[in-house]
């Protein structure tokens, strides 16, 4: 596994850790005609973790499977027909845009460029904390994301799509530069959030960040919902949708590298119409939002269906295999929803 560099290396750690945790302790001293598909299964259901966890252990066997019929080690993988969802059982967390106002407002310069990074592009946080100057172009107003940081180790980002630049909005460059001007390591080769105790080597370790300093600043004012930095990525999506956004556009501002997965994954709408409606200090001049008392009870699947131009879509789980969109300028529509979040100027 240490000499797969198809996989990423926060991949192979993981991938890692299940075998060492999970898989080995319970099957190592099977034989490979011993596993049984009901066995497997009987098993992921009895483990008390989150179905995205035993989703990815069940995975994981199925790759040591089809690694061993390929080599003609054994002619069948029994792991095929195991059932496990991998569908979360709660929904995430989400962050209202007066919650993360009142977050921004209680941080301190270099906390609060962070989050404001974060809640206002939806990076991850091995993307954000792996930017340097020299990937943000303020005059194009855009954002490259070249490279990801995980567990300290810089390497290629999750997919071929999170690649994709990402717009910048200029209040978000204002607030950059902000930093840029205040910070020591400032050349297009630092990274923007360089570590000082490092000599800014290395940058900040994000779950340290995060447990000591963003968490308590959030309990501090009142926020009770657990933070993590996906959070911020969750709350950007939900955000997008409630605005209006077409899959599509989603889909390139989140960087998804396939539509069924914006689709599978689309984030909640607010649960009442005063969460998202009216914040004008968070994006400043934005316009308020109007909901009504039908839109906020239920999904509008019309407008889905048009978004889709299908015909008879009526909310389901999954796209259908066909979908067709309607020409539009993706940029046109990146810059809109930019614009509709971070505010338009007066007049407009």
Not at 89 to 115: C, G, H, Q, S, Y
Not at 175 to 192: S, T
Request: aromatic share 10%; charged share 25%; with cysteine.
């Amino acid at each position: 596994m240490q000499d797969d560099n198809r996989r990423s290396y926060s991949t192979r750690k993981t991938y890692s850790f299940l075998l060492k945790r999970w898989i080995i302790p319970r099957w190592g001293n099977y034989e490979l005609s011993e596993v049984r598909t009901v066995e497997v299964e009987s098993w992921l259901r009895s483990l008390a973790r989150a179905r995205s966890t035993c989703a990815k252990i069940r995975n994981l066997m199925s790759d040591l499977f089809n690694h061993a019929w390929r080599h003609e080690l054994f002619d069948r993988n029994p792991i095929k027909l195991v059932r496990q969802n991998a569908k979360r059982r709660t929904a995430p967390n989400v962050l209202i845009p007066a919650e993360i106002k009142l977050l921004l407002d209680n941080l301190a310069l270099w906390e609060r460029a962070m989050v404001f990074v974060a809640a206002s592009t939806g990076l991850r946080q091995s993307e954000l904390f792996a930017l340097q100057w020299g990937d943000i172009d303020f005059s194009q107003g855009a954002m490259n994301v070249t490279r990801s940081i995980a567990y300290g180790v810089v390497g290629r980002c999750k997919t071929e799509a999170s690649q994709k630049p990402v717009p910048v909005h200029p209040i978000l460059a204002a607030a950059l530069i902000q930093w840029r001007d205040r910070c020591r390591y400032r050349e297009p080769e630092d990274w923007v959030f360089a570590n000082e105790h490092h000599r800014g080597r290395h940058p900040y370790w994000g779950q340290a960040i995060l447990r000591r300093l963003i968490r308590p600043v959030a309990e501090r004012v009142g926020i009770k919902k657990r933070i993590g930095w996906h959070t911020f990525r969750h709350s950007y999506s939900t955000l997008l949708r409630s605005v209006g956004t077409e899959f599509k556009v989603m889909q390139e501002l989140l960087r998804h590298s396939s539509l069924r997965f914006t689709i599978d994954r689309r984030s909640r709408r607010p649960s009442t119409p005063h969460e998202l409606r009216y914040c004008p200090s968070f994006f400043p001049s934005i316009r308020p939002l109007r909901f009504s008392a039908r839109s906020t009870e239920k999904p509008n699947h019309s407008a889905i269906a048009r978004c889709f131009r299908v015909k008879g879509f009526e909310g389901a789980k999954r796209a259908p295999k066909r979908v067709h969109f309607a020409p539009t300028n993706a940029r046109r529509n990146l810059a809109h929803v930019i614009e509709f979040l971070f505010g338009v100027p007066d007049g407009i």
